[in-house]
Nanobody
Framework: QVQLVESGGGLVQAGDSLRLSCAAS????????MGWFRQAPGKEREFVAT????????YYADSVKGRFTISRDNAKNTVYLQMNSLKPEDTAVYYC?????????????????WGQGTQVTVSS
């Protein structure tokens, strides 16, 4: 069982940066592939970024490529999402997720555990 707790969301202006954190419980965190998803009001949950178990491979949605960076610290059981050059269309609840498949995973059904989400609001 893995429990995930996101933090770091907030209200920022367009062009600002935020760093989201996701703290995971459990001794097997380093074996999990991790991902970030987001859901805007009235829209379906969408993939944002994923990182493999070791942290040496990442993959991003086209909409955030070049602006967002996913990373992990297995010693701290934490995954991060650094978000730069934020846009109003990035406004959403951001969810952290863990997959027993330790490689890159971009589909929500590939994930076994989800956090409760953290709100990111970008004003224009």
């Amino acid at each position: 069982q893995v429990q995930l707790v996101e933090s770091g969301g907030g209200l920022v202006q367009a062009g600002d940066s935020l760093r989201l954190s996701c703290a995971a419980s459990g001794r097997t965190f380093s074996a999990y592939g991790m991902g970030w998803f987001r859901q805007a009001p009235g829209k379906e949950r969408e993939f944002v970024a994923t990182i493999n178990w070791s942290g040496d491979s990442t993959y991003y949605a086209d909409s955030v490529k070049g602006r967002f960076t996913i990373s992990r610290d297995n010693a701290k059981n934490t995954v991060y999402l650094q978000m730069n050059s934020l846009k109003p269309e990035d406004t959403a609840v951001y969810y952290c997720a863990a997959s027993r498949f330790g490689h890159l995973n971009s589909r929500s059904y590939q994930y076994d555990y989800w956090g409760q989400g953290t709100q990111v609001t970008v004003s224009s």
